[in-house]
């Protein structure tokens, strides 16, 4: 059973267009939820995160949105750039156990 | 460059076969986690181990142990291998014990491709 359902699997942008990744949970145990970056052939690297007393966190052009009450959490990526074409993973844990949605292959067109 | 460090880069064996793959974590820290990465199950948490203790267990397989040495190296071991074991094993090390008030850093990857 997938603890972290992430959508779409695939999305293509026009450079300086908004990115868009959703992600939602069920289990309200998890208190950490955070974003992954990942580049062919290259481990994933945190890009930004988020504890659910938050309802958004903006780190430059990257904001998380967070919705405690509907266990949605999503990530915009605002002004994007050819070189954030990456695979994106959203994550939960709880304790030590973390949970990874099923990756967003983000394409940005110039 | 993260600053772990993964070897081999890739491994090519047999089914039946016992590997072991090897993670050294960034200076200081003392938490290693390991993750599987493949096509049809995406990343998947597998074990942690903190200062030579283990803390944490995912989806870890029997046929799957891990280890954390003094020197805080680790050790993923693999055996018995079949074909779905063929995968992207990563390696990630934090400083602290708590995964959501540590971040995690991770290392190349090791290719595993089961024949």
């Known amino acids: 059973q997938q603890q972290v359902k992430q959508s779409p699997q695939s999305l293509i942008v026009q450079k300086g267009g908004i990115s868009i990744i959703n992600c939602a949970y069920e289990n309200t145990a998890f208190d950490y939820f955070p974003w992954y970056q990942q580049f062919p052939g290259k481990g994933p690297a945190l890009l930004i995160a988020?504890?659910?007393?938050?309802s958004e966190k903006k780190e430059g052009r990257f904001t998380i949105s967070f919705n405690k009450s509907a266990k949605q959490f999503s990530l915009h990526i605002m002004d994007s750039q050819p070189g954030d074409s990456a695979t994106y993973f959203c994550?939960?844990?709880?304790?030590?156990?973390?949970?990874f949605g099923t990756g967003t292959s983000l394409t940005v067109i110039p | 460059d993260s600053g772990v460090t993964q070897t081999p880069k890739h491994l090519i064996t047999a089914t039946g076969q016992r590997v072991t793959l090897r993670c050294s974590p960034r200076s200081g820290d003392l938490s290693v986690y390991w993750y599987q990465q493949s096509l049809d199950q995406g990343l998947q948490f597998l074990i942690q181990y903190y200062n030579g203790e283990e803390r944490a267990k995912g989806n870890i397989l029997e046929r799957f142990s891990a280890q954390q040495f003094p020197d805080l190296h680790s050790e993923l071991n693999l055996s018995s291998l079949e074909l779905g074991d063929s995968a992207l094993y990563f390696c990630?090390?934090?400083?602290?014990?708590?995964?959501?008030?540590?971040?995690?850093?991770f290392g190349p990857g090791t290719r595993l491709t089961v024949l």
């Open positions: 990630a090390s934090s400083k602290g014990l708590e995964s959501s008030y540590n971040e995690q850093f």
């Open positions: 994550a939960a844990t709880a304790g030590n156990q973390f949970y």
């Open positions: 988020i504890r659910p007393d938050v």
